[in-house]
């Protein structure tokens, strides 16, 4: 009988990770609804400013106890999650989601690889590299990408390297509080960039439905499910596991947003997907920081 409770120590934090990755696609799908309302940058403004309010309930950011160091690395990291979140929605507006997850990917791949000097890691750049070949836009082809949004996606994957970097000093300050206070940053630098783009449209009390339920898909939701199994499984099985993120987006894209990729852009993502889970699995105990963050 033994087999029983261990098998279930497997599935349950599996299932949460599951969770927790269509929850996040599926609240990007929902906030791509809301463009055509406020824009990519209302969006982002509005899901911050619920996010950070739902945060700021339940882990309670003033108990963090912040000297002039910490308060600048928290600062630091709340303004990279604030442009991680609003260049990954502006890509958007002109790529399908499963593609803009593929290059965001890019930031924290490109973390896990700076991080290991091993001769293997060689490889997991090839692949990546491949994956970037095949999606980057080249010609006049139907399969072509918008230009400025695959520059979105890759500008959203630089900031969510910072977001990795800087969240790790500052979560070792004030643990999970950190994450409340980085989204009250970030929605406090996003919030007059989506206040001059959509304006009284913010206001528009009908948003409220559909904006609350961007911020608990996309962050209070997912952010509380990784927590529970991130304490119940190794750090290197979650980042292998999170690294299918983009398989997420794109059967999302699919199903909610009416978004069909070609064959080779499936063959781009499953590249840079095996290049992050190579990484991970060949990074060092400290490095296995594939975690997702949209």
């Not at 791949?109 to 999606?135: E, M, Y």
């Not at 500052?170 to 007059?192: C, W």
């Not at 290197?236 to 070609?262: C, N, Q, Y």
């Amino acid at each position: 009988m033994t087999d029983k409770p261990r098998l279930a120590s497997i599935i349950f934090p599996l299932g949460l990770l599951m969770i927790a990755m269509a929850s996040i696609q599926s609240g990007a799908s929902l906030a791509k609804s809301l463009f055509p309302a406020v824009g990519a940058q209302g969006t982002t403004t509005l899901r911050l400013v619920f996010a950070s309010l739902i945060l700021l309930v339940i882990l309670r950011p003033w108990r963090a106890r912040l000297t002039a160091r910490s308060l600048r690395t928290v600062v630091i990291y709340g303004i990279a999650l604030g442009g991680m979140n609003f260049l990954f929605y502006m890509s958007l507006q002109s790529i399908p989601l499963g593609i803009a997850v593929a290059l965001e990917f890019t930031g924290p791949l490109a973390v896990a690889l700076l991080s290991s000097r091993k001769p293997v890691d060689f490889l997991w750049v090839v692949l990546a590299v491949i994956g970037l070949i095949l999606l980057i836009p080249a010609g006049q082809s139907n399969a072509s990408l918008d230009v400025t949004g695959v520059a979105y996606a890759l500008g959203a994957g630089a900031c969510w390297a910072l977001y990795i970097l800087f969240g790790q000093k500052a979560g070792a300050d004030n643990g999970i509080q950190t994450a409340a206070l980085g989204v009250i940053i970030a929605a406090i630098f996003i919030a007059p960039i989506g206040v001059v783009h959509a304006g009284s449209a913010l206001l528009d009390a009908s948003l409220i439905p559909a904006a609350l339920g961007v911020a608990i898909l996309s962050t209070a939701l997912p952010y509380s499910l990784e927590m529970v199994a991130l304490t119940r499984m190794p750090a290197k099985t979650f980042g292998m596991l999170a690294s299918l993120e983009p398989v997420f987006a794109a059967f999302s894209g699919m199903l909610f947003l009416h978004e069909h990729l070609s064959l080779m852009q499936w063959l781009a993502i499953a590249a840079i997907i095996s290049a992050s889970i190579g990484a991970t699995l060949t990074s060092t105990p400290g490095n296995s920081q594939l975690v997702p963050a949209d």
